[in-house]
């Protein structure tokens, strides 16, 4: 099980303009980078079950997430 730390801002990979086409809301947004510290996934989903499920699959020392609503 990953450690979740609670951390004050991610960027928005999601934005109000992209609502209107995805009306079920299921769209899931990554960005993937390799850093100095290995590899970096940020996500963001208006539904953030998907994400949370795929982000614990990769088995990290810890994920981040922003506390919103």
């Not at 995805?22 to 079950?49: C, F, M, T, W, Y």
């Amino acid at each position: 099980m990953s450690e979740t730390v609670y951390v004050s801002h991610l960027p928005d990979l999601i934005h109000p303009a992209d609502y209107p086409d995805d009306p079920e809301s299921k769209r899931v947004r990554l960005r993937i980078r390799v850093s100095d510290e290995g590899v970096e996934i940020l996500g963001d989903a208006q539904r953030p079950q998907a994400l949370d499920e795929l982000l614990e699959s990769l088995s990290p020392e810890a994920i981040e997430k922003v506390l919103c609503g």
